[in-house]
């Protein structure tokens, strides 16, 4: 039965992000621990490859800003963190073993009846728009070259996080 729903979250989420080619990839996780349960595109899985990477190891720059140290990344925890301090965690903010840069930050999105908290990353050519609802962390992913802009793709994750909200989510 879990199976069944994570697959059509999976479904869900291909729907509204990936379809209409504003996105590339999509994940939601829950908002308790920031672990990603659903992902798209579903073909092969692919969604899991570009949003999810296991434990792994980086260099991090120390606050010092000179010194790094080796230290573990948990992604989940990071997105996480992110969900309840509207910052990046002192490692930085990982998807599928990319860093990215919190650039803009909105604790009260409005998007018709709903209010969510609304946070864009970014590295070089690449983005995410996340939202963040009372239980969900909805992510977006664009890529310029893949055609892709940031501008519809959080059009299409904050239109997606109006109707979670709806539901209840």
Known sequence: MAEEEE????????EWLISEGYCYAAGM????DGGFYAAAPEKDEAGWGFIYMEDH????????GVTEK?????EGTGLKFLADNH?????????????????RVDKAMESGDASFVFIFA???????????TKSQIICGFYDEEKGQVGGNCTKAVVAFAEY??????
């Open 122 to 132: 970014a590295k070089p050519k690449k983005g995410v728009s996340i939202a963040i």
């Open 87 to 103: 910052k990046a965690a002192p490692t930085g903010l990982w998807f599928g073993g990319e860093k990215y840069k919190v650039t």
């Open 29 to 32: 996780a829950q908002l308790e």
């Open 57 to 64: 190891e980086q260099m991090i720059l120390q606050d010092d």
């Open 164 to 169: 979670m909200v709806g539901l209840g989510y």
């Open 70 to 74: 080796k230290m573990t990344i948990n």
């Open 7 to 14: 697959a059509s979250w999976d479904h869900t989420l291909e």
